[in-house]
């Protein structure tokens, strides 16, 4: 019976229905809804037998509602974790709103790595749109307003490419299956472009930056997780080792490190930071070796995780002082003992630090392009993990927990929070220490072995002079009040002022020509005609044979009509 119920219904409806179910409770018993169904999706999704599948005919398609791969287990593990730890975080403070939304989210992000075809991975992929959108709004701000119908139009922009990539694919090879792409026309490459996007590649990664530090502290843990790491999945899935998309990760790796560099805002640079992540599983993706789509599958699991606990630490000092700007905090360690702890061990984690969850998934990444002899590919990996131990393993916790004292004084966050950092915590050291439980799932069997001796040598030596840098250059990295210009300003401010600008000018000339066609017609008339006789004067009072007087209609007709469409 247990069985039968389990194939009948897709994880992430469980997670769908409880986005219901918590507007109509309150209390104890919207608790437990809360943090009961990511607990019941988890069991669904790992007590599945293997050939577990529900299908429907929808006209000549069939629909794959369920269809778990191995790497969607993964996901969708991770992402009902997160739903259950991001509960335990949102608890005292979130709105009903914002958790109806994170579930609806959270359940449709779940539904994507369950669905075997194109068409119902879409429509889950719109009701994330939807769901995080509304996340975004719960925060009840005017710029999260703002920033919520920007994401929007992204998103829908995003979606557009997809489904007509999709509807393109789907006529073309009559095939709507969810499985291994090849780029061999526009139809696939409209759907690359739709995941990308997605991923928050260039030229449209700033999105993440404008949205997500909009959101409540809970909110915006919600959206670190779901919308990226989804796309990664169908990146995973869908473009296996194609190699367009190495220098795509490594662009996204370098922009998102030199932007969180800039940065003043601590939630904009974590959120910078998911950029530059992302970046290192694309690039393992291009790579496609068993290896490089294991550490790319790792590195979301572990990165959900750690990026979590940052925003969660990042969160609760928001939540506590008000204040997210570097400028504004510091010396929190003194009141803030446990957020410091989790935050430091989060920012290890990001930075590959041994012995944490980030540097047995990164590293794998890495050792795959030394083993596909990709040297500037590693190169550039190895000096990435410097810039990211910089700007988000020390700066982060350097200008928020330490270095000036800013007077603040604030306590450590309510227990529903702290406890959500603890558990994160816990799972970044417990996955960095016995690798081997999330090896198990991924989708290849893992021969790597990440603690060999030049292994951590070589990592203790990055990390240590990266460390010495930041602390040679400290007075170069002091955050000042600046606002850092992204690719965004480019649509949001540039085109915009250029467009007003041309019809502006196009306005002007078309009004000076008017008035004079009109000055130089008036004069002419005035010329020739007899206002005292009311009759023509000169060349048009000639009399005029019929047929010529006709040719002359024809031809004012016509300039009538030209300058009418003009």
């Given amino acids: 019976m247990m069985n039968e119920l389990m194939i009948e219904i897709p994880p992430g409806w469980i997670i769908i229905a409880g986005a219901f179910i918590l507007a109509i409770t309150r209390g104890m018993l919207q608790k437990i809804a809360m943090l009961g169904l990511p607990l019941l999706a988890l069991v669904m999704i790992w007590s599945l037998p293997e050939e577990a599948s529900w299908q429907i005919q929808f006209f000549d398609y ?31 403070t979130a709105s009903t709103l914002e958790l109806c939304a994170a579930f609806l989210y959270a359940g449709s992000a779940i539904g994507v790595t369950s669905s075997g075809d194109l068409i119902s991975l879409f429509v889950y992929w719109e009701i994330m749109a939807l769901g995080s959108t509304a996340v975004v709004l719960a ?56 995941f990308l996007v997605n991923a928050g590649a260039p030229p449209f990664s700033a999105w993440i930056a404008d949205a997500y530090p909009e959101a409540s502290p809970s909110g915006c843990v919600f959206l670190s997780a779901f919308t990226t790491k989804t796309s990664v999945f169908a990146l995973l899935i869908a473009f296996p080792g194609t190699e367009i998309l190495i220098p795509i990760g490594c662009f996204m790796i370098f922009y998102g490190i030199i932007y969180a560099l800039l940065e003043n805002d601590a939630r904009r640079i974590l959120s910078y930071s998911i950029v530059n992540q992302v970046g290192f599983m694309v690039v393992g993706i291009g790579i496609g070796t068993e290896m490089a789509l294991n550490g790319a599958t790792a590195h979301a699991f572990a990165h959900i995780v750690y990026k979590a606990l940052l925003l969660m630490s990042a969160g609760a000092v928001l939540y506590q002082t008000g204040k997210r700007r570097c400028s504004d905090l510091g010396g929190l360690y003194q009141s803030m003992p446990l957020t410091t702890i989790c935050g430091t061990i989060g920012a290890l984690a990001i930075s590959s630090f041994p012995f944490t969850s980030g540097f047995i998934s990164k590293s794998m990444i890495s050792s795959s392009a030394a083993y596909e002899h990709l040297t500037w590919v590693w190169f550039l990996l190895a000096a990435a993990s410097a810039g990211v131990f910089l700007h988000a393993g020390i700066k982060y916790p350097w200008f928020v927990f330490f270095q000036k004292d800013s007077g603040l004084r604030p306590s450590d966050p309510p ?11 816990v799972v970044c050291i417990a996955l960095g220490v016995f690798p081997q439980p999330l090896y198990d799932i991924l ?4 021969e790597y072995v990440p603690y060999t001796a030049d292994h951590l040598v070589t990592q203790f030596q990055l990390l240590l002079f990266a460390g010495l840098a930041f602390f040679l250059l400290l007075p170069m990295m002091k955050r000042t009040e600046t606002i850092s210009l992204d690719f965004d300003w480019v649509y949001r401010r540039l085109l915009p002022r250029g467009w007003s600008f041309v019809t502006a000018v196009v306005c002007r000339v078309y009004c000076a020509t008017q008035k004079t ?15 005292e006789q009311e009759k023509p004067l000169g060349y048009f009072a000639k009399l005029w044979p019929t047929e010529t007087m006709v040719v002359w209609v024809a031809v004012l007709l016509a300039v009538y009509l030209v300058l009418y469409y003009i």
């Fill in 62 to 92: 069939q629909i794959s509602l369920l269809e778990f791969t191995a790497t969607g287990k993964v996901f969708a593990t991770v992402f009902a974790l997160m739903t259950f730890v991001g509960g335990i975080f949102a608890m005292r």
């Fill in 139 to 194: 925060a009840g701000t005017v710029n999260s307003y703002k920033a919520a119908m920007r994401y929007l139009l992204m998103h829908a922009f995003s979606g557009s490419v997809l489904m007509v990539g999709i509807a393109w694919h789907i006529y073309g090879t009559g095939s709507a299956e969810f499985s291994q792409l090849s780029l061999d026309g526009p139809a696939q490459w409209m759907i690359l472009i739709g």
């Fill in 415 to 425: 227990k529903n929070m702290q406890i959500a950092m603890v558990i994160f915590a």
């Fill in 443 to 446: 989708p290849f069997t893992v």
């Fill in 517 to 531: 066609v009109t000055s130089l017609l008036s004069n002419t008339l005035q010329k020739h005609y007899d206002r």
